[in-house]
């Protein structure tokens, strides 16, 4: 193991130190807060370029709302708050939801950011043997359950002809199996920005497939269906401002990747790679998003990973319409 990898390893295990998973904050599950937007964020994307620039409070003051901001690790603990109605509003991954809407929580779908995929791939450590997605067959595969990372690997073995029993499941949170990857623990890791940005500074590591050529992750803006219900202003004023900071980031991303590196004490180096590559594009979800994620729900449940159908389409939220 290199000095570099050693490093990196160790700053992603010190992103996830320390961080609340959000539910022991959250339960017993609760109605709304009065007067305020209760955010889940991650370590990257649009809502930390938001929290830093403060541009949500400055919107949602005009409407009696000020703004908490709760940190989580991974998408399926956010959600997780969110169908409890410990937050109001937060962005996952592709997979997250569709685990969370198939146990029941109410949640809905309030805008899409479409993806690239090229900030999600899966990994090969120094010195790996592995060329091929087929060589996978039968080797320790590392990746958070119910995340977009879960579903690109799912994609991936099914476009080599694998199948989900053909390998080893190691599952971890990205921080654990960022420091089990320098040390060599597993044979590949299926991981997205900002872990892969990292851990693709180690010396010799290596992307064996990239989600652009498999799975185009989307992510979503998703919300409490409750707080949709009842404060729709309030989430389609927020909606606004975060379609304003996604062109602005379009246009800076320099700014965008020195205000993250900031915001998560990822190295600047590591977050410029992710930035360069990001879509922070959002927008409604299109009948072909919903589409992309209908297929997610269907991969699952054909895999008995959720344990009944779902149709996606029916936690999707329609703003309603502006007077004038």
Known sequence: MTGGIHRRALLAGA??????TGLAAIRPARAAEPGVLRIGYQKNGILVIAKQQGVIETRLKALGHTVKWVEF?????????????????????DAPPVFAQAAGADLVYAAAQEGAGTGSGILLPKGSPIRTIAELKGRRVAFAKGTSAHNLLVATLEKAGLAYGDIEPVILAPADAAAAFARGSF????????????????????????????????TFFLANRGFAETRPEVLTAALDVLDGVARWAEANRGEVAAILSKGTGVPLAATRRAVDRANYRIGPLTPQVVAEQQSVADRFHALKLIPK????????WVAPARNG
């Open 15 to 20: 992103l996830a130190a320390g961080l609340p």
């Open 73 to 93: 690790s991974l998408g399926p603990p956010l959600l997780e708050a969110l169908g409890l109605g410990g937050i109001d509003l937060g962005q996952t991954g």
């Open 187 to 218: 044979d590949a890791w299926s991981i997205w920005d900002p872990y892969l940005a990292i851990a693709e500074g180690g010396e010799g590591v290596r992307v064996l497939s990239s989600a652009t050529d498999i799975a185009r992750p989307n």
């Open 309 to 316: 159908p779902i149709r996606i389409a029916d936690a999707v």
